[in-house]
């Protein structure tokens, strides 16, 4: 499966789709012309938005610009989780939001989007109760919450830009490597020792050639996306009460001090504190 174009329909007399996706089964990477607002409450998933991959805890709260390639945020997501998307029309209400000036900060982060913004602290807290209380509203009073939540957005300094360029589909189109087969080669044997010459036969590549494009698409090389992978699925873990050398080696790594240096550079902190700061210990 290549990157795939999806086709958002907002229902009938509606210039936006507010719904709850869940397809934590099914391996999305997609882009569409519309901006995506994108909440997800879980344990800790996977974020990957154009280049960018990295993983989060508890919440994310990501916008995403005009034809940027993401992964749905509920991928393979092992725990209960919630999610609201809203996707909506580039231009967003055509010229007259262009031409309101009451409307300038909002056009300006819309214009920004193509980088992938993610959102946290107060903001992110504010703008899932926006979004949760939206769904109760009628489709104007749904428009007028929208246009709030986004004010909230463009006047919030609580902000991560993902990407450094802009990584719209055009970076991606000409992709002969399938993400899908590099994600679910990946998720099978992270906790073994992922093969970078197989997952490039598989693709149909020399490993030197994969190696280069892989860099090109992610940012990153094959061995650290795996590590990257490797931690993510250990924050699950972690956040069952798992113990910190049990799951060391439930996802692979051989030794202890690598794996505890390898997350706390990822994560921010080592792997206890992480299970402190969540209420495990």
């Not at 094959?222 to 050398?245: A, E, H």
């Amino acid at each position: 499966m290549k990157i795939q174009k999806e086709v958002v329909l907002p229902d009938p007399n509606q210039s936006f789709k507010l719904f709850e996706p869940r397809l934590r089964n099914y391996f999305f990477w997609h882009y569409h012309p519309e901006y995506e607002l994108v909440y997800v409450e879980a344990a800790t998933g996977i974020r990957h938005v154009g280049q960018h991959v990295s993983s989060y805890v508890g919440s994310d709260l990501v916008l995403i610009g005009s034809n940027i390639p993401h992964l749905n945020f509920d991928y393979g997501l092992k725990t209960d989780y919630k999610q609201i998307v809203v996707q909506l029309r580039n231009p967003f209400l055509g010229d007259a939001f262009q031409k309101t000036p009451e409307f300038d900060r909002i056009r300006r982060l819309l214009d920004r989007s193509y980088q992938g913004l993610s959102f946290a602290g107060e903001t992110k807290r504010k703008v899932a109760e926006q979004l949760r209380y939206m769904r109760k509203l009628n489709h104007f009073e749904q428009l007028l919450q929208l246009l709030k939540v986004f004010q909230t957005l463009a006047d919030s300094d609580e902000v991560t830009e993902l990407n450094d360029r802009d990584t719209s589909v055009k970076l991606f189109m000409n992709d002969k490597i399938r993400m899908t087969a590099v994600y679910n080669y990946i998720h099978e044997h992270y906790n073994e020792q992922p093969d970078v010459n197989k997952i490039a036969q598989q693709v149909y590549l020399s490993t030197a050639a994969f190696c280069r494009y892989f860099k090109k698409q992610t940012n990153m090389t094959f061995t650290d996306f795996v590590n990257q992978y490797r931690i993510t699925q250990s924050k699950t873990l972690l956040l069952q009460g798992k113990s910190v050398s049990e799951v060391c080696y439930e996802v692979g790594f051989e030794s202890l001090s690598y794996f505890s240096k390898l997350f706390k550079k990822i994560a921010g902190m080592n792997a206890s504190d992480f299970q402190k700061k969540y209420g495990v210990l």
